[in-house]
């Protein structure tokens, strides 16, 4: 169990996710409601999910400031900027403004939850890492969830999926909160306060390749599947937005439980297995989610995300751990950046697939075989980290 000091900072940090996932799961949720009101088809649908996806290579940059001047600073700016940003969306004349709004808007709030998980990484012990993530993500499903509740405010008119943009205001004061009470990471003061600079430790080549082609891989097919769902929902099974976010809420919860499982998995008793099979089984469910209909479709999409869930913990826990501390918002942000940019790449292909009168279940069906190559990554280039401390894991010197 996390001691005093470590519950701290896990509450502080789960509470700075709320806003990172309502920011981070609004274009998903709005854009087909959007794309109605500005009179756009499934390939623009795409591509501006994409492009608001390709603003994630705003992160690694700020990422190496974090590395410089420390997570505390960058997340505080972050947890700001990102609500406010958001809410412009509200105002959106057209859909290009609303991509571009919401393409410098997302990547703070994807700022945010790299700073979160090297927070995390840096303060959890070695026996609670997984598992802390994992508590994360649940809380982080308070503001997915409020953007997902909030959806039917959408049907109430043409241009009600604006009010979603405005209620990111709600957000601002979590930001006063942080600024006021969380602390720098103890494992980045120490390491800048006897850093020599001759000594600062280089990124491992053949670990940044490993974990950026998984990140980029898993994106092809979850950007796709979690994008085109209201709109395979609402085309296909003629669900309003009041279904919607009954299917959403309903098949969503269930995968808390399998994050809960999947971080105690992980912390005892490894992360690479149980990463890459439940990985596999739960891309597997979602695909079918998308080939059936009524209770089978809603029972896969349930027990395909708790399995999803599973992997959750065991394998997003190895983006802070992979990388020393000098150089871990950096690394983080660049898997981070890569799992957008393959997701960019999967949505765009999802759309033009779609409207070339490709079935959605053909087309996750081709899009599943990025995240099985995937688990094949993990198992032969991922080395197993539970029970071990960063500095043995990744040291804060170069020993090359």
Do not use: K
């Not at 169990?1 to 799961?25: D, Q, Y």
């Not at 972050?78 to 809410?87: D, K, N, T, Y």
């Not at 494992?187 to 950026?212: E, G, K, M, W, Y």
């Amino acid at each position: 169990m996390p001691s005093t000091g470590e519950r701290r900072i896990l509450t502080l940090l789960a509470l700075a996710s709320i806003p990172f996932a309502f920011v981070n799961t609004l274009f998903t949720q709005t854009v087909s409601f959007a794309a109605d009101e500005f009179n756009r088809a499934d390939t623009d649908i795409g591509f501006g999910a994409a492009i608001v996806r390709w603003g994630v290579v705003l992160v690694p940059p700020i990422a190496v400031l974090a590395d410089r001047i420390g997570r505390r600073r960058v997340l505080v700016a972050a947890a700001w900027g990102a609500p406010v940003l958001a809410s412009l969306g509200a105002v959106a004349p057209s859909y290009e403004w609303l991509v571009a709004s919401q393409t410098v808007a997302r990547p703070l709030a994807l700022v945010m939850n790299v700073m979160i998980l090297v927070m995390l990484t840096e303060e959890m012990s070695s026996e609670t890492r997984a598992r802390s993530v994992g508590l994360v993500a649940i809380a982080s499903s308070i503001g997915s969830g409020t953007a997902v509740a909030a959806l039917p405010l959408a049907d109430l008119a043409i241009s009600g999926w604006r009010w979603l943009y405005l209620i990111s205001l709600a957000f601002v004061p979590v930001a006063l909160v942080l600024q006021r009470e969380l602390h720098e990471t103890s494992r980045f003061s120490h390491v800048h306060s006897n850093q020599v600079t001759s000594a600062t430790p280089r990124l491992s080549r053949s670990r940044l390749l490993a974990q950026i082609s998984a990140a980029s891989l898993t994106g092809v097919f979850v950007a796709a599947a979690s994008v085109y769902l209201v709109n395979y929902l609402r085309d296909v099974r003629n669900y309003d937005a009041l279904m919607v976010t009954a299917f959403t809420i309903v098949t969503a919860i269930p995968a808390g439980i399998g994050i809960i499982i999947g971080g105690r998995i992980a912390d005892e008793r490894g992360r690479r297995v149980a990463g890459a099979i439940s990985l596999v089984l739960g891309t597997a469910l979602v695909v079918v989610a998308f080939s059936t209909s009524g209770a089978a479709m809603w029972v896969s999409e349930v027990c395909g995300g708790i399995l999803l869930g599973i992997s959750y913990p065991a394998l997003s826990v190895y983006r802070g751990e992979m990388f020393p501390t000098t150089r871990r918002g950096t690394g983080a942000a660049a898997v981070t950046a890569s799992g957008l940019i393959g997701g960019s790449l999967g949505l765009i292909i999802a759309g033009q697939l779609l409207d070339a009168g490709w079935s959605y279940s053909r087309v996750m069906t081709l899009l599943a075989l990025a995240p099985l190559t995937v688990s094949v990554i993990v198992v032969t280039a991922f080395p197993e980290t539970a029970h071990r401390e960063l500095e043995e894991i990744s040291p804060d010197v170069d020993v090359a």
